[in-house]
Every structure is written in structure tokens, then in C-alpha cells.
T-cell receptor, first 115, second 114 residues
Framework: SQELEQSPQSLIVQEGKNLTINCTSSKTLYGLYWYKQKYGEGLIFLMMLQKGGEEKSHEKITAKLDEKKQQSSLHITASQPSHAGIYLCGADIPYSGAGSYQLTFGKGTKLSVIP | GAVVSQHPSWVICKSGTSVKIECRSLDFQATTMFWYRQFPKQSLMLMATSNEGSKATYEQGVEKDKFLINHASLTLSTLTVTSAHPEDSSFYIC??????????FGDGTRLSIL
């Protein structure tokens, strides 16, 4: 089975600082998704990466999928308190049924931003 | 776009009762809906996958008779926790997906069984 390992598990940064969260897969990634979750709430979709070397940005968040498609990183520039939350990476896993793929998730990275 | 509504957001009930949780895709038709369970400070654990009009596929270790899933339309899936007990207390989240599109999640349901 495919496993996703996220690092670090938790992160505390000063407002304005940059940070990076990593997601490493035990197998080749065919679709990698980044979500943000606030404790006790649902997940907010951030970005989807599918091609090796792909990089996407939205506001101050940039996500990359490495060429070998086994690792992704999420980079936040000039962090703000609004960035605080739990960041989860999820990967498509082959599904024999019809419809969209299942996802397996990493354990998450808890980000705290100190004003 | 891509809004998923989950209801209720919080439910407290007595042991032995059954609880139904609804998951609706509001502005798109979902090929597939997924149900997850999340324990405190843990990641999401996939419980089952359901496609409209067919039986749900449950993950290993998830009791089909305990967690009944009905996916009657392309916009609605329900999870019924039957004869709930305190150990069923958890945070349940649904998601809806289309082929080659990211899954979009509901806001979750916090279930507390007394």
C-alpha cells in the first residue's frame, strides 16, 4: 500500500517567515493533492499536481512535485496567522471501481504562525 | 464552485440510537463520494467509497452493517451509524469527486455518543 510521510509533524513560525512542508511517497505519485484543515473542520482544497516537475502557486503558497514524482513540497512565503492550520497531502491510489480515485493521506503538518 | 454540504455538523445522542449524516454536492454532480473518519490529531481514514446507484465499497475493518451508506443520486450520499455506541464517537467527513478532479470535502460531522 502507498504511504505518505509528511515532515515536519508540526511547525511554529514567526509571522512573515517562509516555511516548507514536505510530503514523501513510498510509491510513484500519479496525483498529489494539498489540503488545509482547521481542527474540527473540513478540508479546503489548495492544489493538485500531476506531472513530474510541475509547480503551482496560489497567492503566497507554492507547491511542487519533483521529477521522479515521489515527493512534493508546499512552500509558504511571508506567512500570516491566516495560514495556520493542518496541511495534509493526499495521493491518488488506483481504484478498480468506476468514478474518481481514492485518496490516501499523510498524517498532516500542524502549522502555527505567531503574530 | 465545488461546494460540498454536510449535515449535521454536530450531533449528540444516546447509545443505541442510529444517526444519519448527509453529504450533498451543491453545484456539481459527484461521480463518487467518500466517507472518512478522523480521530483527534490523526489523519483521515477512508471508511468507504460509494458510486451512485451501486453498493458502497468498504475498507478493511469497517463494518458494513454498522455504517450504512446510501448513494441515491449524483448529489447525495448518506452515512447511517446504526446502534451507535461511545466508541463510534468521532469526526466524520465526506468528500465528493469527479474523474480527474480533486475531491471536495464537507465541513465534517462531530458525533458524540453518550
Amino acid at each position: 500500500s502507498q504511504e505518505l510521510e509528511q515532515s515536519p509533524q508540526s511547525l511554529i513560525v514567526q509571522e512573515g517567515k517562509n516555511l516548507t512542508i514536505n510530503c514523501t511517497s513510498s510509491k510513484t505519485l500519479y496525483g498529489l493533492y494539498w489540503y488545509k484543515q482547521k481542527y474540527g473542520e473540513g478540508l479546503i482544497f489548495l492544489m493538485m499536481l500531476q506531472k513530474g516537475g510541475e509547480e503551482k502557486s496560489h497567492e503566497k503558497i507554492t507547491a511542487k512535485l519533483d521529477e521522479k514524482k515521489q515527493q512534493s513540497s508546499l512552500h509558504i512565503t511571508a506567512s500570516q496567522p491566516s495560514h495556520a492550520g493542518i496541511y495534509l497531502c493526499g495521493a491518488d491510489i488506483p481504484y478498480s471501481g468506476a468514478g474518481s480515485y481514492q485518496l490516501t493521506f499523510g498524517k498532516g503538518t500542524k502549522l502555527s504562525v505567531i503574530p | 464552485g465545488a461546494v460540498v454540504s454536510q449535515h449535521p455538523s454536530w450531533v449528540i445522542c444516546k447509545s443505541g440510537t442510529s444517526v444519519k449524516i448527509e453529504c450533498r454536492s451543491l453545484d456539481f454532480q459527484a461521480t463518487t463520494m467518500f466517507w472518512y473518519r478522523q480521530f483527534p490529531k490523526q489523519s483521515l481514514m477512508l471508511m468507504a467509497t460509494s458510486n451512485e446507484g451501486s453498493k458502497a465499497t468498504y475498507e478493511q475493518g469497517v463494518e458494513k452493517d454498522k455504517f450504512l451508506i446510501n448513494h441515491a443520486s449524483l448529489t447525495l450520499s448518506t452515512l447511517t451509524v446504526t446502534s451507535a455506541h461511545p466508541e463510534d464517537s468521532s469526526f466524520y467527513i465526506c468528500s465528493a469527486g469527479q474523474v480527474d478532479q480533486p475531491q471536495h470535502f464537507g465541513d465534517g460531522t462531530r458525533l458524540s455518543i453518550l
